[in-house]
C-alpha cells in the first residue's frame, strides 16, 4: 500500500492537471492547445491554453505541492500533527509585503506581479526575523517566534488595511488575501519556482532527519543526526515554500494542515515518506479546488483559499472526531 | 584493552573532573543520588551534551570523530524515549539503523530476537504496554550494533522479571567483545550484573572499582546519606537502605 502511493498520486496528478486545461468558459481541445503552445502557434486554443489555463493549472499545482510539503515537514520537524505552515510566520509577512503594495503603490514597474515580489520580501523578512528570535531551531522556539512575528505582521497588516487610502485599495487587498490562482500568468510562476525548487530540496535533503525526529532530538543527535543545522534548514525550506506560495496566490488555508494528516496512516505514519505524497496529494487538492471554482455559476468568483477553508474545516472537524473516539 | 577513555570530564557544575574507562567485555553501572550526573556523562558520551576535557572512543578523541562514525560506534538508549507518530515496531528497530545508512534486515531481526520482541513486529509501538516499548526501545539501539551501548536506566519502568531479561542481556552483549554503560538506581542489581562501578556524588567521582571496594557503608552513607544493609557474598547480592 505504502509502496503504491505515490504512483497512484502520479496518475491522479496527471488527471487533475488535464481536467483543469480542460474546464473553463469555453469549450478547447486541450492537447492541440497544448501542442499549439510548444510549437509557437497562435490559435485561439493556443490562447486559451498556453497563457490563460496553463499558467493558472501549473501556480496551483505548485502552490498546492509547496503547502503540502511545508506542511508535512514542519509537522515531522516539530513532532505535532497539527503544526501547519503559517507557523513560521513566513506567511503573514507575505500577506504584509503584498498588501504593502496595495497602500503605497510599490514596485509600479513591475506591474501585476508587483504584491508577489512585495510578498516574496515580506516572506523573507519575516523568515529572518523568526530565525533571529528564535535563536536556535528548538521546535517550541520556532513556534514561540514564529507566532510573535505573525502576530507582529498581523497588527502591522490591519493597520495598512485600518488607514487603507480607498475602500477599493482595501477591498482589492482583501480579495487578494482570500487566496485565488486566477489572473496568474507564467511571469508568477518565474517567481515562485526558485523558492520552491530550493525550499523543497532544502526539506527533502533532511528526509534523515525527520526520520530519526520521530524519537525525539536526543535520539536523533545520539544518531549521529545533525539536529541543530537540519532542522534549520527544513524551518527555511517550509518558509520558503510557504513564504513564495502566499506570495504569488494568498492564503489557501487547511491544505498544509490537513493533506499531511490525511495521508499519515497511508505511509505507515513515517515522517520521511510522507514528504513527496503530500507535496502530491497539496498539489492535486489546490488544483481540484481551483477547478470547482471555475465550474460554480458565474457571478462573484468564489476565492480559492475560501473554498478549501470551507472545505477544510469540516473535515478537520471530522479528524478532531476520529482522534477523539481513539483516545476514549 | 579500553573501549572509552574519560579524562578530567566536565559539564557546567552538574559534572567535575570525572576519570575512568570502560574495557572490553565489561559492564559499567554509575551510581549516584538524582543530580549527581549519571545522565550528563552518558549524555557526553552520545554526543548530545557539549563538554570540557577529553574523551576516547578506541584512542581516537570522540569530538574529533565525525557524528554519523562515532553513532555507529556508540548506541544510546535514553532514559525514556517516546514516538512521535505510531509506527510499527519493526520500523521503530530500524530505525537503529539511521548510523549506517542501511535497512540491514538481519540486524533488525537479531535485535528484535534478543529482546524478544519479534510476535509484535507489525504492531503499532502506542499499542504496547510501558514494559514491552522499553524492550522495543532497547532493540532500536541493538540493531544498531554498537561497539559501547550506553543506558540511561534501562530498567527503570520494568516489572522484576524484565529487569533481570534486560540486564542479563546487556550482560551478554558486553561479552560480546562490546562494552556497556549503564546508570541504575537498584543497587542490588546493579551489584549482581554490573563488572565495577562507578559512584557519583554532586557531579563528582566518589568511587570507582569492583562492586565490593565501591558499595561500602562509607560511600552510600555519603552519596545517598542511607545506613545500607550490604551482602554481597550471597546470592543474589542485596543491598538496602535499612
Known sequence: MARLITPALLVLLVLTTLASLAVGSTSVDVLGGLYGFVTGQTSLDTIVIGEVRLPRTLIALAVGAALGLSGAALQGLLRNPLAEPGLTGASQGAALGAASVFYFGLFPALGAAAPSVAGLIGAGVALVLMLALAGSARSHMVIMAGLAITTLCGAALATVLNFAPNPYAMQELVFWLLGSVSERGLEHLWLLLPPLLAGSLLIISQRRLLSGLSLGDQVARSMGLNYRHGSFMIVLGAALLVGSSVAVAGSIGFVGLLVPHLLRPLVQNRPERLLIPAALAGAILVCLADVCVRMLPPGRELKLGVLTSLLGAPLFIWLVWKERKRWN | ?242
Request: charged share 20%.
Open chain 2, 1 to 242: 584493552m579500553e573501549l572509552i577513555r574519560i579524562h578530567q570530564l566536565g559539564v557546567d557544575q552538574r559534572l567535575q573532573d570525572v576519570s575512568l574507562s570502560l574495557h572490553r567485555g565489561e559492564v559499567l553501572g554509575i551510581l549516584g543520588a538524582n543530580g549527581a550526573g549519571k545522565s550528563t556523562m552518558l549524555h557526553c558520551l552520545a554526543g548530545i551534551e557539549d563538554y570540557r576535557g577529553e574523551i576516547f572512543l578506541h584512542d581516537q578523541r570522540l569530538d574529533k570523530i565525525p557524528e554519523r562514525r562515532r553513532a555507529q560506534q556508540i548506541g544510546f538508549l535514553p532514559q525514556s524515549s517516546q514516538s512521535a507518530w505510531a509506527l510499527s515496531v519493526h520500523d521503530v528497530i530500524s530505525l537503529g539503523r539511521l548510523p549506517w545508512g542501511d535497512t540491514n534486515a538481519e540486524a533488525v531481526a537479531q535485535a528484535a530476537a534478543a529482546t524478544g520482541v519479534t510476535d509484535w513486529l507489525e504492531r503499532p509501538i502506542d499499542r504496547l504496554s510501558g514494559g514491552q516499548q522499553a524492550r522495543v526501545w532497547l532493540a532500536r539501539v541493538l540493531a544498531g550494533q554498537p561497539r559501547v551501548l550506553l543506558a540511561d536506566e534501562p530498567v527503570a519502568s520494568l516489572d522484576l522479571s524484565q529487569q533481570q531479561h534486560v540486564l542479563q542481556m546487556l550482560r551478554d552483549y558486553a561479552r560480546n567483545d562490546c562494552g556497556v554503560m549503564l546508570s541504575i538506581h537498584d543497587l542490588s542489581l546493579a551489584a549482581r550484573y554490573c563488572d565495577r562501578l562507578c559512584l557519583l556524588h554532586e557531579g563528582r567521582l566518589l568511587a570507582l572499582g569492583p562492586v565490593a571496594e565501591v558499595l561500602t557503608h562509607d560511600n552510600l552513607q555519603r552519596a545517598f546519606g542511607i545506613d545500607a544493609h550490604i551482602d554481597l557474598e550471597s546470592q543474589p547480592p542485596i543491598v538496602m537502605p535499612r
